[in-house]
Nanobody, 118 residues
């Protein structure tokens, strides 16, 4: 059974940085894309960034230049580096895993709260 365990959320002032981590276990297929979505109150869950097992990254257009995604395939871990954080980045961030032949993620983490506030 695939499990995704996130860490690294918290409270940070505007302009600060955070790095989220997500470790996956129980993976049986190599070709997968791991990523991050976020959801804030009253809004739909949206894609933040995703990276395939081959290293191809996709970052939401509005976040390019501030957010970066990377992964360590040996550790089945994906990282989200968030810089120059803004109040509007406040959300619950969810780790995701999508089999590369599918369109939508099949697995989700429990979510980690990121709050950007002074």
């Amino acid at each position: 059974q695939v499990q995704l365990v996130e860490s690294g959320g918290g409270l940070v002032p505007p302009g600060g940085s955070l790095r989220l981590s997500c470790a996956a276990s129980g993976i049986t297929l190599s070709f997968n894309a791991m990523g991050w979505y976020r959801q804030s109150p009253g809004k739909q869950r949206e894609l933040v960034a995703e990276i395939t097992s081959g290293g191809t990254a996709n970052i939401a257009g509005s976040l390019k230049g501030r957010f970066a995604i990377s992964r360590d395939n040996d550790k089945n871990t994906v990282y989200l580096q968030m810089n120059s954080l803004k109040v509007e980045d406040t959300a619950v961030y969810y780790c995701s895993l999508r089999w590369e032949h599918r369109i939508q993620p099949s697995y989700w983490g429990q979510g980690t709260q990121v709050t950007v506030s002074s």
